[in-house]
């Protein structure tokens, strides 16, 4: 419920504060006093997009403020998951907005984003304008319509919930076959890639191998030369380092029976000996083994040629990355044999899902066409009510080709408002006056049927008058028993209805003229109807008829047969 409404800086209000109650209120004013205005104001606190050009000229930002009631909403989850504050008791939602563009949004002086500010208003305020009224041609609205009076929320969560994983397995089905198309189209580039790198029999390492026995097969010559030299020094002719160090052993051995400490030495000068002359050894054996050999060196280039076309092929530079794209190749083929099991055995998951699915659809029709005759009725009569004694009303309920994700019916809002005219779609056959009425039949209906937030009419009674406008007016009154009910008009049959009834005016000053509301008393009251009735010139017949109409607008038929209170 809105408590309160406090607008700064907007449009020709320069600063406007206005508490609300609950029940049947009424706003009116003269053409172009700023009803409008006051609407679009509270748009912008419900998450309207924001227009600069708005704010109040030679000032730099608008603010707008509203103090809600959510007791009966059910909103602290909505609150939690964004990690608001929660007040069940009093709600402030603020807007201010600049001169430069800027807009900020805030929910219990938190900031908060634009798209969850306008979650929380759709919520909190339903505004019905003039334009609204389109929305009764449109299928989807007549279907939710029907939903909400035929109370299927039940089924239609298990309808939407089996459509869902329906519509997933479908698609990862679609996913895989076209997976499949596309691997039977590769397939004989994989296998092709993939049997010639298991044919090239790669094993890990072997590249560096062959890299250094090449190295050593293109310099024998050289590696031959450096060994002979190595076992010429340590054990040639002439000056050879073994015979030099054997005379050393031979001299330390001498002196160790008077020079005992020779001894240490001797041994360490022997170690050398023993080391030196195994290298001389193996260096010996290396001279032997190794020569230029032109076959091996044209069978390691071979390889290593294999080697290096393979990874430039694919781009890589070592032989464990080809060994890991040919696992990966492996993979893909044996991927590709397999797939066509997993296909088999999503079908028949899809199928199964599908008759699921299509079994919530029919209990979802079914509760649908079981309440199709008590909406039709209750809103025929409702209707006659309003002055339409010949109006026929039909919700005719078609199967569509393709269920979607409201199901498999099609909902189509049937209208005649004459004895000779046939059933047609409201948008083919509804006069401007006959739509605002079936509107507000059915936001009644509606209401009955579940919790709605404030409701906000805005003119809907365009096009009607007299005795009519009366039954409306009495129909939104009877609506404000169990909910917040607030009209904008230009009907004294409908103000006169109201529980509190608002004002709004402008006035003139030398620099400017600026938009006003207030919360009428019964006398200013008696004289807002009085000049609604009378026009700018107010007579006393005017007056005694405001009286009697407020005396009979405050008489509620609690009883009526065409409001269903929760």
């Not at 060196?297 to 694919?314: A, G, P, T």
Request: glycine share 4%; net charge negative; aromatic share 6%.
């Amino acid at each position: 419920m809105l408590k309160s409404l406090a607008i700064q800086n907007y449009a020709l209000i320069d600063s406007l504060q206005i508490d609300f109650d609950k029940g049947f209120s009424v706003i009116t004013g003269e053409t172009g006093a700023g009803k409008s205005i006051i609407l679009g104001a509270l748009s912008l606190i419900l998450g309207q997009r924001a227009d600069n050009r708005h704010i109040k000229q030679n000032e730099q930002k608008c603010t707008i403020e509203g103090i809600f009631d959510l007791s009966r909403y059910g909103l602290q989850d909505f609150f939690e998951e964004r990690d608001w504050e929660y007040n069940p008791d009093e709600c402030i939602l603020r807007r201010e907005i600049w001169t430069t563009g800027k807009s900020r949004a805030f929910v219990n002086d938190s900031p908060v984003y634009l798209n969850d500010l306008k979650g929380l208003g759709d919520r909190l305020i339903d505004i019905h304008s003039q334009h609204q009224n389109l929305s009764l041609n449109d299928n989807f609205f007549q279907l939710n319509v029907l939903d909400i009076l035929a109370r299927t929320k039940t089924e239609k969560e298990a309808y939407q919930k089996a459509f869902k994983e329906y519509q997933a397995s479908r698609k990862l089905l679609l996913e895989l076959q076209e997976q499949s198309q596309k691997n039977k189209e590769e397939e004989n580039y994989f296998q092709f890639q993939f049997d010639t790198l298991a044919g090239a029999k790669l094993q890990a390492g072997e590249q560096e191998e062959l890299e250094a026995e090449l190295e050593t097969i293109t310099h024998a010559e050289e590696i031959k030369a450096s060994l002979f030299a190595v076992v010429d020094t340590f054990s040639g002719e002439g000056d050879a380092v073994e015979q030099k160090l054997k005379s050393v052993t031979d001299a330390l051995k001498s002196i160790r029976h008077v020079f005992p400490k020779a001894a240490e030495l001797e041994q360490r000068v022997e170690s050398a000996y023993i080391d030196l002359k195994e290298v001389r050894i193996e260096a010996g054996k290396h001279f032997e083994e190794t020569d230029f050999n032109a076959e091996r060196q044209q069978q390691v280039e071979e390889r290593l040629s294999v080697i290096y076309d393979l990874q430039k092929r694919h781009s890589v530079k070592s032989v464990e990355e080809l060994q890991e794209i040919q696992r990966q190749l492996d993979e893909k083929l044996q991927d590709i044999l397999s797939l066509d099991e997993q296909i088999e055995q999503l079908e028949k998951e899809v199928f199964e899902k599908q008759q699921l699915m299509l079994q919530k659809a029919r209990a979802l029709s079914e509760k649908r066409k079981s309440a199709t005759q008590p909406v039709e009725e209750q809103l025929t009569d409702m209707l006659v009510y309003l002055g339409m004694p010949n109006a026929r009303f039909t919700c005719d309920i078609t199967t569509k080709n393709n269920p979607d994700s409201n199901g498999k019916d099609a909902v189509g809002f049937l209208f005649s408002a004459n004895k000779n005219t046939p059933l047609l779609p409201v948008s083919q056959i509804a006069s401007g006056g006959e739509i605002s009425r079936l509107m507000l039949c059915l936001k009644s209906m509606i209401a009955g049927a579940t919790a709605l937030p404030t409701v906000i009419f805005d003119e809907i009674d365009t096009g009607t008058s007299g005795e009519i406008a009366d039954k409306m007016g009495t129909i939104m009154r009877e609506m404000a028993h169990d909910m917040q009910v607030i009209a904008i008009t230009h009907l004294p049959q409908i103000a006169a209805k109201g529980t509190r009834h608002y004002n709004v005016y402008k006035e003139d000053s030398a620099e400017t003229t600026a938009t006003y509301m207030r919360l009428l008393p019964q006398n200013d009251r008696i004289s807002e109807i009085a000049r609604m009735l009378s026009g700018a010139e107010v007579t006393a017949q005017a007056v005694e008829n405001a009286k009697v109409m407020l005396r009979e607008g405050q008489i509620t038929n609690h009883n009526s047969q065409f409001i269903i209170h929760n």
